[in-house]
């Protein structure tokens, strides 16, 4: 039986001291509650305060973004052993708005996640259509591509270490959701390509997430389904109470 996970995409949003107060709810509301593991993903400037306060309880660490070199002369960039250094244990990668505002291409999504699990991170790997593909009905060929392409030369071991997060673009922060069984349709498919890639050992034991306006009132029926094992959560992650009622319905 996979175990849930809910992780927590805070974008570009909280400063020091609004990321304090929301982790500090967050902790509070979890209490020692480990049914399900909680991800918390805040903007870089955190990361280090948010450490410092999630230390001894079930919550863990991630980032939103990385560059796929140890160091150099890369400015604004952050490097995995930055990240490492602050205590992360997972960065989000292949996020819709680092493609599609910021022109990320499959290639360097790759890149960045082989170096990555080089440095001993965890990858949630994100995938999804937009709105145009999905009418034309190119879903699976997109998720296909990015799956054979972002994860080109990733074995099968790797693949512990990776999250992919299935985030259809038509729902992030639109308030449109996938529904049900829209999104376990995808998942199913997912897990086959998976399977057909590297095993079908791989693909049970792979943690796939849903991501696209999840809210505490579609959770439930999104995590029930059979093949959708979390959530990437978007704006209903900044406020605690919200956060706390998704981890509760996983």
């Known amino acids: 039986m996979r175990k849930k996970v809910i992780a927590g995409n805070w974008k570009m949003n909280k ?6 107060s929301l982790v500090s709810g967050i902790i509070s509301g979890l209490g020692n509650d480990d049914k399900c593991d909680v991800i918390v993903c805040p903007p870089f400037t955190s990361l280090s305060e948010v450490h410092s306060l999630i230390k001894d309880t079930p919550v863990k660490l991630g980032a939103q973004n990385m560059y796929f070199e140890d160091s150099g002369a890369f400015t604004g960039e952050i490097s995995p052993l ?67 392409n972002g994860l080109d030369g990733i074995s099968a071991d790797d693949m512990k270490n990776i999250i992919i997060a299935y985030e259809p673009i038509w729902a992030i922060g639109t308030g449109k959701t996938a529904s049900p069984e829209q999104a376990q349709e995808v998942h199913s498919f997912i897990r086959g390509l998976i399977s057909e890639k590297f095993s079908s050992e791989t693909a049970e034991n792979l943690i796939i997430q ?36 998704i981890i509760a319905s996983a």
């Open 15 to 20: 400063d020091l001291n609004e990321s304090q």
């Open 82 to 148: 930055m990240l490492k250094s602050v205590g992360c244990e997972y960065v989000i990668l292949g996020h819709s708005e680092r493609r599609n505002i910021f022109g990320e291409t499959d290639e360097v999504i790759n890149k960045k996640t082989k170096k990555a699990l080089e440095k001993e991170l965890k990858v949630i790997f994100c995938i999804g259509e937009s709105l145009a593909q999905r009418e034309d009905g190119v879903t699976n060929d997109v998720v296909k591509n990015q799956i054979i």
């Open 210 to 245: 849903y991501g696209g306006s999840v809210k505490p009132d579609n959770a439930s029926s999104l995590l029930s389904q059979p093949d959708i094992d979390g959530a990437l959560v978007g704006g209903a992650c900044l406020k605690a109470d919200s956060f706390l009622s």
